[in-house]
T-cell receptor, first 110, second 115 residues
Framework: QQQVKQSPQSLIVQKGGISIINCAYE??????FPWYQQFPGKGPALLIA?????SEKKEGRFTISFNKSAKQFSLHIMDSQPGDSATYFC?????????FGAGTTVTVRA | DAGITQSPRHKVTETGTPVTLRCHQT?????MYWYRQDPGHGLRLIHY???????DKGEVSDGYSVSRSKTEDFLLTLESATSSQTSVYFC??????????????FGPGTRLTVL
């Protein structure tokens, strides 16, 4: 049973558009919520992360929105670029262990 | 890759054969992890280690064992490989030195095919 549910499974966005990926969790012991980006043939790479005492975190074109009461968090990719085409995973941490969502494949069309 | 190497990078083996995958880190981090990645499942934790000779099970540990005799090496063993263990295996390390930091960094992966 996946502890973190991620949607959509895939999305296509035009260059310059906004990509939005959503995740939900049930375990209130989770205290750290990272997002990873993975290119084919590579290991996942940390993109951005947030802790539950903050509702939003922005790094460049990437923003995490966090809703503690709803137990949901999302990744927004602004001004999407072809180089952003990758698979994105949300995750949640409890006691040094990460639980991952199933992943979202993002395709940015030029 | 935060100084993480995995070997081998690719392996094809037959059902019933023992297989050992190696994860090596160069920066003396305490926490090390083994994950498997399968389509539709994301990454799932197999085993992890919080120090030399200190290991614990993750959510998909059946059929796998681990050992950590040195800080820098974390070995994953499939005692008798099955086709269901065909997957991409990732090692990760945590830079946490205690407290709440849980940032994990991943190695390049090992693609294992069990025929």
């Amino acid at each position: 049973q996946q502890q973190v549910k991620q949607s959509p499974q895939s999305l296509i966005v035009q260059k310059g558009g906004i990509s939005i990926i959503n995740c939900a969790y049930e375990n209130t012991a989770f205290d750290y919520f990272p997002w990873y980006q993975q290119f084919p043939g590579k290991g996942p790479a940390l993109l951005i992360a947030i802790r539950p005492d903050v509702s939003e975190k922005k790094e460049g074109r990437f923003t995490i929105s966090f809703n503690k009461s709803a137990k949901q968090f999302s990744l927004h990719i602004m001004d999407s670029q072809p180089g952003d085409s990758a698979t994105y995973f949300c995750a949640a941490s409890d006691d040094y262990k990460l639980s991952f969502g199933a992943g979202t494949t993002v395709t940015v069309r030029a | 890759d935060a100084g993480i190497t995995q070997s081998p990078r690719h392996k094809v083996t037959e059902t019933g054969t023992p297989v050992t995958l190696r994860c090596h880190q160069t920066e003396n981090h305490r926490y090390m992890y083994w994950y498997r990645q399968d389509p539709g499942h994301g990454l799932r934790l197999i085993h992890y280690s919080y120090g030399v000779k200190d290991t614990d099970k993750g959510e998909v540990s059946d059929g796998y064992s681990v050992s950590r005799s040195k800080t820098e090496d974390f070995l994953l063993t499939l005692e008798s490989a099955t086709s269901s263990q065909t997957s991409v295996y990732f090692c990760a390390i945590s830079l946490s030195k205690g407290g709440a930091a849980d940032t994990q960094y991943f190695g390049p992966g090992t693609r294992l095919t069990v025929l």
